[in-house]
């Protein structure tokens, strides 16, 4: 069940993120960026999976791990959309945060 709600949630924040992307007027991105959240809401299962396959003994450090990626996607987030305002718009921006969720 989780796996699924994983799969889902990552798919409807990837495609409504990059539609976002592509929106013509303040409206339509509020309603594609409301979508994203309310997708983003399934994401917490993920971690409850990945302490469902990870090894027993060493679960605990994978798991920190895996949180400190948080940090790591802040960052890169942060870098990505300074270099899209300042040489694009935030359309690029939108459209290449999403990416990484389509991988």
């Known amino acids: 069940g989780r796996k699924k709600v994983v799969i889902f949630s990552n798919l409807g924040c990837a ?3 990059a539609i976002s992307g592509l929106a013509p007027e303040i409206y339509f991105m509020l309603v594609m960026r409301f979508m994203v959240g309310f997708t ?3 994401s917490g299962s ?3 999976l ?7 003994d060493i679960r605990g450090k994978l798991l920190v791990i895996e949180q ?3 940090a790591v996607g802040a960052i890169f987030s942060v870098l990505l959309a300074w270099l899209c305002l300042v040489n694009f718009t935030w359309h690029w921006y939108m459209i290449l945060s999403s990416i990484p969720l389509f991988i």
């Open 50 to 56: 990945f302490a469902e396959y990870a090894p027993q």
């Open 68 to 70: 400190g990626f948080w």
């Open 46 to 48: 993920a971690y409850t």
């Open 40 to 42: 983003v809401g399934g």
């Open 15 to 17: 495609v409504f993120g």
